[in-house]
């Protein structure tokens, strides 16, 4: 079963609203001190290192982890919103396999129009 | 009409110092193990998306709605959404109709082993836990009520038994810490209780969420007695025991504890 | 005058080997775990002068600037696997003003390192919410190294009543 990634934001906000993006990802973070209690075998070290936020193709948030983070790691971050667009988490193994969690935030002006990435005209 | 006030007021004051003697006094009241841990961990389990115990959840829902290659037949088609399955974890541990007391992880089991002609899980195993703590999410907040008839009252008196013996090298019994100590140190943890209402529940100290039998076990494994089997007959009737025990208790699945 | 002799030999053994075993066991060698049933975890002792080096690493020369941070942890939390921390550091986010890199340190683990983040101008709001680890009660310290050179420190001691293995 693939490991689980959850991603949590306000959808629609006001241009320049600091939007507060919750994650929560599935994962072990195994330590590399801890042994099996019967055979004694040290389990090899399996940590998430790197979790890196993209807005619009932009990346506006990292974190290095090293074995201290607790296991089912929670991170909560900011961002100011300026225009429509996608945010992108991307999740990096001790492997250096990743997974992707991503959705699309609205910003909406005064008017209440939303504000689009790519200008265009009629 | 002429009230005789002497009498009146009488009766009033019996009836507030009845009502003050049955809080305070004779301290009867069923405390859920949420209120004894610290305020740091009470906040995980408040807020759903803090609360680790929901990737369970999520991959129970994912599990219900799978179809299995064998029968073609997922949890769903029987049983529909399961959001329809509230209030069918508080029945269980259940007699079957063999006379057997059951557990509902063991009655998923046997679900898939006869009706979908899939393999079981093991015990413990993350799959067969993310569809309990499912089946239980969908009860939260209802009250824990089960009923001790004929059927049951033999493993009913088997779990109050095994309550009250004393076992292992420490020779100590449920009842001396989980009601004469209750809110006292033991090391570093305050005795609870021991209800459960939460479980399965993500316990802190291993990092993922386990089932009334595995603490059990734990548990047993620190007065230092040998632990039954995961399923076993005993483990049943002291999970039947104790879920009379908490009767009126809210269920809190995925609670969060140590 | 033979015998007297063999008994300071033999004293002398005896305080060798007695040193030699305590010297070995105070640097919490691995081997200890052959006499006895296999632990959970195999430790590895904090080492303070390695801690102090990362430190003086991260701050170097810098002047600290205070009330640059703000840390908020429980003073006292169940278990040391999960640590709830939050930091904010109080800048206005603009173009010249902005936490480069914050540094997030639990002084008594094996690696007192926990975590890294980076920020930028995008962020709006220089704070960060997590869980860590903590092998035993002590300090978490946060630093902070501005996009400008100054450096922002703060330290708080968390009670933690059952160690986590890291």
Known sequence: MEKLRRLKYKKIVKVGENVKIKTLAEHEMETGVRRDNITGIIYPRLIIQSVIAKYNGKIVFKANWFSGVSANPYLAFYITAKESGLIEIEWKDDHATTSYKRGYLKVINEKGNEVLPVKHDL | ?258 | MEKLKRNTLKKLLVLLVSSIVKVSYSNGNPYRDRFQSYRQTFRIEPNPIETERIINNIIGEKKITKNLVDLQVPDTVEDGNVVPLTFKINCSMKKDDYPKKVHVLALDNPFPEVAIYEFFPENGNAEVSFRCRMRTSSFIMIIAEMNDGRIGKEKKYVDVMLGACS
């Open chain 2, 1 to 258: 009409m002429i009230y005789n006030t002497n009498l009146l007021n009488f009766f009033f004051v019996c009836i507030i110092s009845l009502i003050f003697l049955k809080k305070y006094c004779l301290a009867e009241d069923l405390i859920s193990g949420y209120h004894f841990s610290e305020p740091s961990t009470q906040k995980i389990q408040d807020d759903d998306f803090l609360n680790p115990g929901f990737i369970w959840v999520e991959n129970g829902e994912f599990l219900w709605n799978k179809k299995e290659q064998t029968s073609q037949l997922s949890c769903k088609s029987c049983h529909g959404a399961s959001s329809e399955m509230t209030g069918v974890a508080l029945k269980y541990p259940k007699i079957t109709k063999k006379g057997d007391l059951i557990n509902l992880e063991q009655q998923i089991n046997i679900c898939r082993n006869e009706n979908m002609g899939a393999g079981t899980y093991e015990p413990e195993s993350k799959n067969l836990l993310a569809l309990s703590v499912l089946l239980y999410y969908q009860s939260r907040g209802l009250k824990q009520d089960i009923k001790i008839n004929e059927k049951n009252k033999e493993y009913f008196n088997l779990g109050k038994k095994l309550y009250f013996k004393k076992i292992g090298q420490m020779g100590l019994s449920c009842n001396q810490c989980h009601d004469e100590r209750v809110g006292q140190n033991l090391r570093a943890e305050k005795v609870s209780q021991g209800h459960i209402n939460g479980f399965p529940s993500y316990l802190l100290r291993w990092s993922k969420i386990a089932s009334v039998h595995k603490r059990i076990q734990f548990c047993n494994e620190q007065a230092r007695a040998i632990p039954f089997k995961i399923f076993s007959k005993e483990y049943n009737a002291l999970q039947l025991y104790m879920t009379w025990r908490g009767r009126g208790l809210k269920i809190e699945t995925p609670a969060v504890r140590k």
